[in-house]
């Protein structure tokens, strides 16, 4: 198999901008993006090695694309499967067979991707082991433990981004009396469900613990969002000065709604006390639909908002029509775009395999202790989309590859 520790995303001998470019000792996606082919193996393949091509013709996706190299390589690196990415036949590791096979216990299922997930990648298990048992710690102090675990200062932020993302999709992260908690496994095989019991039913038989009168008041003024930013918009007439402010800008494609609406109050929570904080390390500034234009109305700004921003993230919550709308344009330029919900609004299939940060928003006490972790998942999932760059995916790439093709050059096809 090869080492695709080395080739994970980044070359220790490129350089960029003058700098020597270090190799990541962590895959470059999350543990559950990675999976996407083991699941396409068990699903096509029936568990057994299966040719490369046939496997991605089967997800829709171009063999040679540089998102596809990515996905082998960090599913190699995790060890979930075997084969580099130009490999004839690409084969599911034993453990990586077990973690996919919906016939296996779950159980072990559970344990065979804590293994590939945490304990197979260096960093991960160092963080796993310094802080189980414990309250989950600042982002920063997670930093400090990538760093003291090897990871290079350029990516330690994207190390803690992508061991919590797979943290919470192993069941590591509980909330426990109000705040956040690194449980060890041991603890998630114990209340895992035999397989006649379901997850969910678990979960509303674990134990909670009410918080007190003054907790309570402490988590809603932590609630209260502030204002949400205004920012100027790049005045026309110098092109320069307008597409560098396009370069550093976050376009928030968003339910609005009127003044004092669920869906106003809606759009302002998320993008001061979600948005806004993620994006601040990307070094992207967040503008949104009803700075530019009255709500509802699709203006050339937005339109062009649309087009240009550096990253698009669409709230499509309440299913408004108007962030669909939005949203296919994005798709339509090929750029990078990332997609927030509620947990419990339904995602339509067409727009349902793409990068999407599901936000619990049952009720105060189930988001407030989760504003970190939300804030994580949506600055990986916005690193990323800005990483793959022109090579987005959507549902165009995938069922129409040739469609800009055919747009340039309709005569040729």
């Given at each position: 198999?090869?080492?695709?520790?080395?080739?994970?995303?980044?070359?220790?001998?490129?350089?960029?901008?003058?700098?020597?470019?270090?190799?990541?000792?962590?895959?470059?996606?999350?543990?559950?993006?990675?999976?996407?082919?083991?699941?396409?193996?068990?699903?096509?393949?029936?568990?057994?090695?299966?040719?490369?091509?046939?496997?991605?013709?089967?997800?829709?996706?171009?063999?040679?694309?540089?998102?596809?190299?990515?996905?082998?390589?960090?599913?190699?690196?995790y060890g979930i499967t075997e084969g580099a990415y130009n490999a004839e036949f690409l084969s599911l590791t034993p453990t990586g067979a077990i973690a996919t096979d919906p016939d296996y216990a779950i159980a072990g299922r559970v344990t065979a991707r804590f293994q590939l997930a945490i304990e197979s990648i260096a960093p991960f298990a160092a963080i796993y082991q310094q802080y189980k048992n414990s309250r989950l710690p600042s982002v920063e102090v997670l930093?400090?433990?990538?760093?003291?675990?090897?990871?290079?200062?350029?990516?330690?932020?994207?190390?803690?981004?992508?061991?919590?993302?797979?943290?919470?999709?192993?069941?590591?992260?509980?909330?426990?009396?109000?705040?956040?908690?690194?449980?060890?496994?041991?603890?998630?095989?114990?209340?895992?469900?035999?397989?006649?019991?379901?997850?969910?039913?678990?979960?509303?038989?674990?134990?909670?613990?009410?918080?007190?009168?003054?907790?309570?008041?402490?988590?809603?003024?932590?609630?209260?969002?502030?204002?949400?930013?205004?920012?100027?918009?790049?005045?026309?007439?110098?092109?320069?000065?307008?597409?560098?402010?396009?370069?550093?800008?976050?376009?928030?494609?968003?339910?609005?709604?009127?003044?004092?609406?669920?869906?106003?109050?809606?759009?302002?929570?998320?993008?001061?006390?979600?948005?806004?904080?993620?994006?601040?390390?990307?070094?992207?500034?967040?503008?949104?639909?009803?700075?530019?234009?009255?709500?509802?109305?699709?203006?050339?700004?937005?339109?062009?908002?649309?087009?240009?921003?550096?990253?698009?993230?669409?709230?499509?919550?309440?299913?408004?029509?108007?962030?669909?709308?939005?949203?296919?344009?994005?798709?339509?330029?090929?750029?990078?775009?990332?997609?927030?919900?509620?947990?419990?609004?339904?995602?339509?299939?067409?727009?349902?395999?793409?990068?999407?940060?599901?936000?619990?928003?049952?009720?105060?006490?189930?988001?407030?202790?989760?504003?970190?972790?939300?804030?994580?998942?949506?600055?990986?999932?916005?690193?990323?989309?800005?990483?793959?760059?022109?090579?987005?995916?959507?549902?165009?790439?995938?069922?129409?590859?040739?469609?800009?093709?055919?747009?340039?050059?309709?005569?040729?096809?």
């Amino acid at each position: 198999m090869t080492d695709a520790r080395n080739t994970a995303g980044e070359s220790a001998n490129g350089s960029s901008g003058g700098r020597t470019r270090r190799a990541r000792t962590f895959p470059a996606m999350s543990f559950k993006e990675a999976l996407l082919l083991a699941e396409a193996i068990q699903t096509h393949g029936a568990g057994k090695p299966i040719r490369r091509l046939t496997l991605l013709e089967s997800l829709g996706r171009s063999p040679g694309s540089d998102a596809v190299r990515k996905l082998i390589t960090s599913s190699g690196q995790y060890g979930i499967t075997e084969g580099a990415y130009n490999a004839e036949f690409l084969s599911l590791t034993p453990t990586g067979a077990i973690a996919t096979d919906p016939d296996y216990a779950i159980a072990g299922r559970v344990t065979a991707r804590f293994q590939l997930a945490i304990e197979s990648i260096a960093p991960f298990a160092a963080i796993y082991q310094q802080y189980k048992n414990s309250r989950l710690p600042s982002v920063e102090v997670l930093r400090d433990a990538a760093s003291g675990a090897g990871t290079h200062e350029d990516h330690v932020a994207e190390c803690v981004e992508t061991f919590l993302a797979n943290a919470r999709e192993v069941g590591l992260i509980r909330t426990i009396a109000g705040s956040e908690h690194i449980v060890p496994i041991e603890a998630v095989l114990e209340q895992t469900p035999d397989d006649s019991g379901t997850a969910e039913e678990q979960e509303r038989n674990s134990e909670y613990s009410e918080p007190t009168e003054e907790a309570q008041a402490e988590i809603v003024a932590r609630f209260a969002p502030p204002p949400p930013k205004t920012r100027k918009l790049p005045k026309s007439g110098n092109k320069g000065s307008h597409a560098s402010a396009f370069n550093k800008t976050c376009f928030v494609v968003s339910p609005i709604g009127s003044a004092d609406s669920v869906e106003r109050k809606h759009a302002d929570l998320v993008l001061s006390s979600l948005i806004e904080p993620a994006l601040e390390g990307l070094g992207l500034e967040v503008v949104r639909a009803d700075r530019i234009s009255k709500p509802g109305l699709i203006t050339g700004q937005v339109i062009e908002h649309i087009a240009q921003a550096a990253l698009v993230i669409a709230d499509l919550s309440f299913a408004n029509p108007n962030v669909y709308y939005e949203l296919a344009l994005r798709h339509a330029v090929r750029r990078p775009v990332v997609q927030l919900i509620r947990t419990g609004d339904k995602l339509p299939f067409d727009v349902g395999q793409y990068r999407t940060v599901e936000i619990d928003m049952t009720d105060i006490y189930v988001l407030v202790p989760k504003l970190d972790l939300h804030r994580q998942e949506i600055t990986r999932q916005a690193r990323a989309a800005m990483d793959d760059g022109g090579n987005t995916e959507s549902p165009l790439s995938q069922f129409f590859p040739a469609f800009w093709d055919h747009i340039d050059h309709p005569e040729e096809n």
